[in-house]
């Protein structure tokens, strides 16, 4: 199968976009008021949007936008999320029953959810759409953390380092900690296509990135007035924002079978 | 039985305290004061102190949560800033608007998902399998804001089929419950067709074979019926996220439900309305949540004695 080198090198281009977007040549806001709604033609291989801008342009930028986000929201959960999680588990006792309880009513807010009425209530932003879906985030790292250092700290070694009066942040870093590495890699995989997911749907719903940042959700968000006469305008960031997820996603589905972990998300 | 149902009605209420608490909170994430962001630069020192002390804001923090508490329990969440309406009010006929949405993916997603899992698990890595997980890839992966748009392009506005948007009868009904419902039957596709296979593996299930049952006995009556329950367990957490995605799908389609509430008061900055409406989808949740495990211990005798 030669579906996952496909996937690597479309990933590949979304990232290099993300970091080279501001050095190339694009013109996102440029305006051409002749093409309002134009179709594809030389030099603008997507056609124009409601305003007349380049929309390939704009969908570069917004593959930016989105891999931004998603670095910056699942960089945040990852590391507090884990932190949260085994120190929960390791100190036990107060802690990690105050933990479970924080953790069961996070969970009891269904879905994307939480992060809408955050998000709408922080106002608009990217800065805040970051807060937002990081508060949201966390909490499936601390979660899946937690449920690991159970799982090994009860091992020889660590009990070893226990015994030889090893202080506990030293242990949670050199023994615990790498044991747990491979189902958070996989978590972190699938929680970047979530938030991908997430970031476009807050701002198709118009409480994330604002104009006239390019993102992908408001793309299609200002492309579903014209969906009859320039259906252009929602299936281009759509076609890339599914890509990339899929992409992700099947990427995902590898590495859980590469590195043998169970359980991380169906 | 009694002590599991109590214990886990325990914990269900244990964790709608936090949530309200929660959603009682958010008032106090938006940055600066709440009353001056409302009111924007309208309004005189008077009108802040009037709006100040309607919100309660200017109480202290103990006496604020347990007026909002005591609230709910009265059904009292408060009036809309924008119509004056109670909450309670504005909420209620959306509810019912956004069950029905909801309910109807529901649907759609079991209609889709069995037929699928079954043939995928019953001729195992055959075209019906490699479709089956085709499906599940490409059904996790399409977010549902594009594919509202995209079924409105080929059936509404194509075909002419299904109205674009709006809430006028079933027909109405078709495309935001498949555009909702196809996450859904995505990942119970998935979880049928793992949890069959396992089952199939079972002794009962040669013992079914030896004794000449017919297959459709086998595969449904032996094997969907025993491969249900953890499929029971997943579809009652992936509730959640049908109800997040039921927000987004409103929005697509102006369906008239919860979620075009709460999106209408996040911009209209009606707070009480905002924190009225993610405290009924929440606590739906949690009593969705509270049933699925009950119905499950009821099935399973195992569940409830491990736990108990």
Redesign the interface.
Known sequence: MRTPFAAGLLLALWVTMALLAPHLPLHPERIALASILGGPEVGAWLGYDDLGRPVLDRLLVGARTSCWVAAGVVGVSLVAGTLLGSLGAYLGGCWDRALV??L???????????A???A????PGIGNLVIALSLVGWVGFARLARAQVLSVKQREHVQAAVALGSPRPYILRRHLLPLIAAPLVVEATFAM?AVI?AE??LS????GVQPPTASW?SM??D??RY??VA?HL?LAP?VA??LV??SI??LG?RLRDRLDVRGAR? | MPRYLLARLFAALWVSLGVVTLVFSLIHWVPGDPVEVMMGEAGSGADREAMRHALGLDRPLGQQWLHFVGGLFQGDLGHSLYNQMPVSALLLPRLVATAELAAAALAVALLLALPLGLLAAARRASVWDTLGSGFSLLGVSIPNFWLGPLLVLVFSLGLGWFPVSGRDGWASLVLPALTLGTALAAILARMIRGSLLEVMGEDFIRTAKAKGLSPWRIWVGHGLRNAGLPVLTVLGMQLGALLGGAVVTESVFSWPGLGTLLIEAIQRRDYPVVQGTVLLISLSYVLINLLTDLLSARIDPRIRLEAS
């Open positions: 309880m924080l069961d009513v996070f969970m009891a807010f269904p879905g994307i959810l939480l809408i009425a955050l709408g209530l922080l106002g296509a997911v476009a749907g198709f719903l118009g409480l959700g299609i968000r492309g579903v969906l009859l259906p929602v759509g924002l599914f997820v899929l996603n099947l589905d169906a």
